[in-house]
């Protein structure tokens, strides 16, 4: 029989033992696995203006296509520009960041709390000589977190693509979010209408036809089943999109 | 399986060799044992994630079936359920980091079953009731036999659901490529729903049956 004292002495030892093997593996592993969400995060930016990038050159195509990244605040005002590998304004790079946090930041400000200013990412890009806005998304769906990038044609208003993705909205249901089928619908529609009122793109229950004929172009189909993640896709985009109204009425004029 | 197997004796003599093949087919985890069920209908969909859950079982049941054959015999019996979670979830913790850092798409399919390896009944399994009482060794062996009997399963139901459900053999588009779609071919969505995973394994259990009367229970 083993007494009480080894008992201890041997689950603490192994405690230790497993902790410092775990830390260092979780160490050593870092470096490569924030790489995999980098590249994940520029292939996403890329995949809304319908650039499919493969994983070994998706920082060549990032450089080549994001001629300028913003960090916008809510009166519109860039606080960061970084173009060209440098900084022309500001020190944080927008790519750096964490739409999570600034999100915060605005529910904080917006119930009365005191928070920072928060600061919003845009990325600009440049194919083929056409300018395209592409706007980072993060909202709450009915399991977890869903996000996406929409961009948004010269006029700032005509979506060009979008892409969602989900941590995990039911299969089948909630999580035909993240598939073409459901993302090209978005293509041509608008988030403004003609005197640049915002309306954002609604995913509407039941299907666009239940929308007045001229509120069509501002609406998409939900997912049949899917209504709760269909409705936060919605709020994420109103959410999200709300924060760069300003930048853009300035610069529609 | 219990009793001692003696020293000097062969690498790969029958008794060991038994190890390994007799889970692949009349001692098989999930058909004759029912074990690791939830896995075995959630990652099948495609032959790739199938794949990788696979070998992930594999390393994990191998090295957690030698460690606790080697420390077997000083493990306090009173907290021996403790060391085996301990290791067990440490090498799956491993497991999960390795493949965020370099198969990051897989691990991104496979989201909470790598985790779930922890809870997977033939880990727990086989390490109490035989790397608890046996030498490294045929622990060793013991793992790979039963991941592998794991492992088949897992791949033939991926094999059948991804060609049913997708048109795709590991993504290779198969039924595009012998044109079946223009005879108005088309795939079977509900393939790719976990209860035909369960279905799949039915089958399998009924042909394995069939075959090897042994299996039938009395009654």
């Known amino acids: 029989m083993f007494s009480n004292r080894y008992i201890f002495i041997y689950a603490s030892v192994m405690v230790i033992v497993v902790a410092a093997i775990l830390s260092s593996a979780a160490t050593y592993l870092k470096p490569f696995q924030e790489k995999n969400v980098r590249t994940e995060k520029i292939m996403d930016i890329l995949k809304s203006v319908n650039i499919e990038a493969e ?24 606080t960061s520009i970084y173009k060209d590998q440098n900084f ?11 739409l999570k946090s600034e999100i915060k930041k605005k529910e904080f400000l ?22 395209y806005y592409i706007i980072p998304l993060r909202g709450k769906g009915l399991w977890g977190p869903i996000w996406g990038n929409i961009a948004l044609k010269q006029d700032m208003k005509t979506v060009y693509g979008v892409t969602f993705g989900h941590k ?25 209408d003609d005197n640049y009122k915002f309306t954002s793109v609604k995913v509407v229950k039941g299907g666009i036809g239940t929308m007045p004929a001229n509120q ?38 | ?55 992930s079982v594999l390393v994990v049941l191998t090295a957690a079936n030698v460690i606790i054959s080697l420390l077997r015999n000083t493990i306090p019996t009173r907290i021996r359920i403790i060391v085996q979670l301990v290791i067990i979830a440490s090498l799956v913790i491993l497991v999960d980091q390795v493949l965020k850092a370099f198969a990051y798409d897989v691990s991104k399919q496979l989201s909470v079953f790598v985790g779930l390896i922890i809870t997977n009944c033939i880990i727990m399994g086989r390490l109490e009731a035989f790397a608890m009482g046996n030498k490294p060794w045929p622990a060793f062996l013991d793992g790979i ?4 009997g794991y492992g088949w399963i897992l791949l033939t139901v991926a094999f059948f659901r991804e060609l049913l459900g997708s048109g795709t053999i590991w993504n290779y588009p198969v039924m595009e490529n012998l044109g079946l779609y ?14 035909m995973a369960l279905i799949v394994v039915g089958i399998i259990i009924w042909i394995q049956r069939s075959r090897d009367k042994e299996l039938v229970e009395e009654n």
Do not use: W
Request: proline share 6%; hydrophobic share 35%.
């Open chain 2, 1 to 55: 399986m219990s009793e001692e197997v003696k020293q000097r004796e062969p690498l790969f003599s029958p008794k060991n060799k038994k190890l390994i093949f007799n889970p692949l087919s009349r001692e098989n985890p999930i058909t004759v044992q029912v074990l690791g069920i939830c896995s075995a209908l959630a990652v099948t969909a495609k032959l790739e994630p199938a794949f990788v859950m696979s070998l």
């Open chain 2, 182 to 195: 223009e005879f108005g071919y088309k795939n079977n969505g509900f393939m790719i729903l976990p209860p």
């Open chain 1, 168 to 192: 995990g909205e039911t299969p089948g249901l909630g999580a035909e979010i993240s598939t073409t089928d459901f993302q090209k619908q978005f293509v041509g529609k608008t988030i403004f």
């Open chain 1, 110 to 131: 917006d119930a009365g709390k005191e928070a920072e200013e928060p600061n919003f990412p845009l990325y600009i890009c440049n194919k083929d000589g056409e300018t």
């Open chain 2, 145 to 148: 036999g039963n991941a592998l």
């Open chain 1, 55 to 78: 994983k070994a050159e998706a920082d060549t195509l990032y450089n080549k296509y994001i001629v300028e990244e913003l960090a916008l605040n809510t009166d519109g005002e860039a």
């Open chain 1, 88 to 98: 022309e304004k500001g020190d944080i790079r927008p790519f750096e960041i964490k």
């Open chain 1, 216 to 253: 069509q172009i501002h609406g998409v189909d939900a997912v049949s089943g899917g209504t709760i993640t269909s409705d936060a896709v919605s709020d994420m985009i109103a959410d999200c999109l709300i924060n760069y109204e300003e930048y853009i009425k300035k610069q529609i004029k």
